[in-house]
């Protein structure tokens, strides 16, 4: 019953017509207002903890996963997160928090406003908190162009390298092309 009056005090004190909160915040409070964390979630979240598989913040602001196992490993970090937060900054920051979100904040300005920090910062303080290093992130490829022989082209994660080994072959292939196409347009205008 708790869990269910939370979630509408937190729909009046947050709704206005631009945007919601993140589900993570959502949850959380009407998981925290039902008191401590039940056995069956902290065994999630304590087992999610010593493997390192904690769920992104990024990821449960949305709508949680589908998988039963990951939606209440969603809804035992929603607690931590805001367990977390009202431990470490206290409630009159959690009621600005609020308070800025009823004002149609995105999920990142309304935590940089508030607690100085953006949702990866949240993630990787909240994981510290746990006793966890920051999330390693994968490095993000640079597409560039790559043509084939044929002259179709997609885009890919090559080096500098091999774009321009196949811009100077489709140059190669090209070139007349380009001197044909001058050549008449040369012509046209002299008529």
Request: with cysteine; charged share 20%.
């Amino acid at each position: 019953m708790a869990h269910e009056v939370a979630h509408l005090v937190t729909y009046q004190m947050t709704y206005n017509p631009y945007s919601d909160i993140p589900t993570w915040l959502n949850e959380g409070l009407s998981m925290y207002a039902e008191g401590p964390l039940d056995p069956t979630f902290q065994s999630l979240l304590d087992r999610a903890i010593s493997e390192d598989t904690l769920i992104s913040v990024q990821s449960i602001s949305s709508n949680f996963p589908a998988s039963a196992t990951e939606a209440e490993l969603s809804y035992a970090e929603s607690y931590s997160l805001v367990e977390f937060l009202i431990t470490t900054y206290g409630r009159d920051k959690m009621l600005s928090l609020l308070s800025v979100f009823k004002q149609g904040s995105t999920y990142d300005n309304a935590l940089q406003e508030v607690y100085g920090f953006d949702t990866k910062g949240l993630d990787n303080l909240w994981r510290q908190s746990l006793g966890l290093g920051p999330r390693e992130e994968a490095p993000t490829p640079q597409p560039t162009l790559k043509i084939d022989f044929l002259g179709c082209h997609a885009a890919s994660a090559t080096t500098s390298h091999d774009s321009a080994a196949g811009l100077g072959i489709l140059g190669i292939f090209l070139l007349p092309v380009i001197g044909e196409i001058i050549r008449v347009r040369a012509q046209r205008g002299k008529r």
